[in-house]
């Protein structure tokens, strides 16, 4: 019972699941994931990006800011040793010092200008660094004048020292606030790189469910598709029985209505020849034994006896093709040879058409030597009809079968008469009777013609035991 509910529940969720991918909300909610997924990697590629150029400049800024500390500090060494020593070194070395300061104040405005908000700090730096320049170029300029006891007593003065404690104030301050700026660039672009991250998970377990989902629809259409598959082929096999019986059985009943026919024909044609000769031979005897008496009688009466003899032996005539007709007597006593022999015979007697006749000698059962016959006549019969034919040949022979030891009996009967098209070959009974008689005994008939080109008949009979 338990068993039966799970499977009912796992048919309605399938149906429920089936539906789904079905309806019009499917497409939409996966190009709806789609676009969400897309848009989530973007915006946190380009928040990166943003966080990450921001922290470039930043540590640019507090590199040229390091920098331009360093230069004025640099300056500032050069022009004391150049108080104490004089030498030429510590002069190319304070000019190099001051050309650098100049290029780093440079690079410190070009910074306060991508920095909008260092840039008034940036600008206090710059003033003060330029005002330590002047006073370190005062103090060299007392000194290149003669003043040296002036220069001495400016470089032992505050100033200097004072300028350098604002310079450095105003660069810890701006290397703190930088400090803070990356610390908090970092923890905003952690805080992306978690949010991205976990809606990147959550869009990739949708779509994970959505495959699983129509992953699990598809299996089940092909659970249907293959049950449906099962069905259509249960009742194909049992439509095929069905046909295969239905087609022996009426296998069975053709055969038994040609067996049942050539019965009352044998039994028709055995009365024709018991009865009706016997009446027609004891009518010719009583003639024969009246014409003696009638001589006396007078022309007339003896022209009425010939008369009367003549119609006697018609009839008896009559009464024979009646009988070889109805069951044709020489194949019952000189074979299916002699017999298909004396019937060309005969239909060239009435024709006018010579029948070139090709038979291999074999023993055949009653019923298969009766369908061969039956099959020659009615085709010389429609020969005789419709061809218009010059030539006509009948074939016997025997050929290997399709199974290997199992012989056919090959019958053919070619004509080269005015043919038929294809489309005209159901509309006659006599080849419906041919091919009716042929696979009554399991054999196959084919016909081949053309308008202008002939008809060939033939049929292959499986020999028999």
């Keep these: 019972m338990a068993a039966h509910a799970h499977a ?3 048919a309605e969720n399938a149906g429920r699941l089936g539906w789904f ?8 909610i996966a190009i709806a994931l789609a676009l969400a ?13 943003a966080i990450t150029v921001e922290r470039d400049k930043a540590v640019r800024a507090r590199m040229v800011v390091e920098q331009l500390r360093a230069a004025i500090v640099a300056a500032e060494s050069a022009q004391r040793g150049l108080m104490l020593t004089q030498r030429p070194s510590y002069r190319e070395g304070f000019a190099l010092s001051l050309f650098d300061v100049a290029a780093s104040i440079g690079e410190a405005r070009s910074v306060a200008v991508s920095r909008p908000q260092e840039a008034l700090a940036v600008e206090a730096l710059v003033e003060l660094v330029r005002r330590k320049v002047s006073e370190l170029e005062e103090t060299v300029k007392q000194l290149d004048s003669g ?3 002036g220069a001495l ?21 701006l290397t703190q606030a930088q400090s803070s ?22 869009l990739v377990l949708s779509c994970l469910a959505a495959m699983l989902t129509t992953m699990r629809v598809l299996r089940h259409r092909d659970a249907e598709r293959l049950s449906h598959l099962n069905t259509l082929s249960a009742e194909r096999d049992k439509l095929e029985n069905t046909v295969t019986s239905r087609t022996a ?9 040609q067996t049942v026919r050539e019965d009352e024909r044998s039994h028709l044609a055995r009365e024709l020849h018991d009865e009706l000769g016997g009446l027609l031979t004891a009518a010719k005897l009583d003639l024969a034994r009246m014409r003696s008496r009638l001589t006396q009688a007078g022309p007339e009466v003896a022209e009425r006896v010939a008369h009367l003899h003549a119609t006697l032996d018609a009839g008896i005539a009559l009464k024979r093709r009646i009988i070889e007709d109805l069951r ?21 007697a009435a024709s006018g058409v010579k029948v070139q006749v090709k038979l291999e000698e074999m023993s055949l059962d009653t019923e298969r030597s009766l369908v061969i016959y039956r099959l020659v006549q009615e085709a010389l019969t429609n020969i005789a009809k419709y061809a218009q034919a010059q030539q006509v040949s009948v074939t016997l022979a025997t050929e290997e079968g399709p199974i290997a030891g199992r012989p056919q009996t090959v019958v053919e009967v070619r004509d080269n008469g005015r043919g038929f098209a294809s489309a005209m070959r159901g509309q006659g009974h006599g080849l419906a009777g041919m091919r009716f008689r042929v696979s009554s005994i399991g054999g196959q008939l084919t016909v081949e013609s053309a308008p202008g080109k002939g008809t060939c008949i033939r049929a292959r009979l499986p020999k028999g035991d």
Excluded: K
């Excluded at 007593?153 to 301050?173: F, K, N, T």
């Excluded at 700026?181 to 959550?202: C, G, H, K, W």
């Design 147 to 149: 003043n040296g006891e």
């Design 249 to 257: 059985e009426l296998s069975d009943l053709t055969r038994h209505l």
């Design 153 to 173: 007593e400016l470089l032992l003065s505050d100033i200097g020292r004072e300028q350098m404690a604002e310079i450095d104030r105003s660069v810890a301050a």
């Design 8 to 10: 009912a529940s796992r």
């Design 37 to 49: 997924f897309i848009g989530v990697n973007e915006v946190g590629y380009r928040t990166i990006s």
């Design 181 to 202: 700026e990356l610390q908090r660039s970092a923890e905003f672009r952690d805080q992306v790189l978690m949010y991205s991250r976990f809606s990147i998970l959550a």
């Design 21 to 28: 991918a079905r309806s019009s909300l499917a497409p939409p």
């Design 328 to 348: 044709p007597s020489s194949l019952d006593n000189l074979g299916l040879g002699q017999a298909l022999r004396i019937l060309c015979q005969e239909w060239t």
